[in-house]
């Protein structure tokens, strides 16, 4: 085993490895107090000053996910925010929850992930795991990111690891949180993906699950999301037709959803919404 990769895995899990998360939203903010939590000193990094000094203040700013342990992890000093791009010089693993929006002709917008990517290669060091979280397009980590944090000098698998894992963050949903969300993982070869997966396995409750490369990673998260858009306009479909025919959509959904293979039940409603679902599967 490298040295590289012995010294990294022995940080991660005596947990003295230092955790950055880069963009605290809906996805990065709960994984950041997910990693205080554990034990990891943790620092957040935004653009916005005031999502910054928020996180400062100890002040959840995203409703119901992170609840009071903000505070707590924030008083004890493990999890801190800052904007000054410099603090990944002292981070040993570091995640990117950037947003990935569509443009006017409903292309990926990659501008906040290249943009973050940079500053990251700009003050990299050796021993590094960079773990890219937002939702996009396959080919996005090996392509995109590799090229970008290798113009440091350092290369891929040597001297630093990289790996793609979708988040499956479902804000609003009372029974499944970040901490006990399956999650899959794919690095960019074996040992980019052992080390990113002890990394959530140190911290997550619901299982991490390996694929064999980042574009299988990022391709099963587009499965995903399509699978709910697709789903989510047949039952709408499905409602309109049953309405002009005079059949209740939600008796025939009930009895559909008695066979026990091949089928789960999507309800009528009022259509595709959220952060997601409507952009994903373009
Ligand atoms: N919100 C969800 O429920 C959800 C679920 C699963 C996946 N995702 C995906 O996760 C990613 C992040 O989504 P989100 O909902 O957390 O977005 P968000 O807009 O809530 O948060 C993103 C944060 O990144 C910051 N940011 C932008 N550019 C930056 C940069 N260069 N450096 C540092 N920070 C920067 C923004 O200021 C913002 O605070 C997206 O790809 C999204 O598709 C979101």
């Known amino acids: 085993m490298s040295n590289v990769k012995t010294e990294l895995l022995n940080k991660i899990q005596d947990k003295s490895a230092v955790v950055g998360i880069v963009g605290l939203g809906y996805v990065g903010l709960p994984l950041a107090v ?13 653009v916005q000053s005031k999502k910054v000094d928020s996180v400062n203040a100890g002040q959840n700013y995203i409703g119901d996910i992170v609840g009071d342990t903000l505070k707590k992890v924030v008083e004890s000093g493990t999890l801190s925010a800052t904007s000054d791009f410099s603090f990944i010089e002292g981070v040993d693993a570091v995640a990117i929850a950037v947003p990935t929006p569509l443009d006017k002709y409903q292309q990926p917008d ?84 052992e080390v990113a997966a002890a990394l959530y396995r140190n911290v997550l409750e619901g299982g991490v699950y390996e694929v064999s490369s980042p574009a299988v990673a990022e391709m099963e998260k587009l499965l995903e999301n399509t699978y709910r858009n697709i789903n989510i306009g047949l039952a709408n479909e499905m409602a309109i037709i049953c309405n002009r025919m005079g059949i209740n959509v939600w008796d025939v959904i009930d009895a559909a959803k008695t066979k026990p293979y091949g089928f789960q039940a999507f309800y009528p409603g009022p259509g595709l919404g959220g952060h997601c679902i409507p952009l994903d599967p373009f």
Do not use: W
């Open 34 to 46: 997910e990693f205080a939590k554990a034990g990891y000193r943790t620092i957040g990094f935004d």
């Open 110 to 193: 990659i501008s906040y992930v290249k943009g973050s990517t940079e500053s990251v290669a700009k003050y990299m060091h050796k021993g590094m795991v960079v773990i890219l979280e937002s939702t996009t397009y396959p080919g996005t980590t090996e392509e995109l990111l590799k090229p970008i944090l290798e113009a440091s000098g350092l290369k891929c698998g040597e001297d630093f690891y990289l790996a793609f894992s979708p988040e499956r963050v479902d804000p609003g949903n009372k029974q499944y949180k970040t901490k006990n969300t399956p999650k899959v993982v794919g690095g960019i070869g074996k040992d980019g993906t």
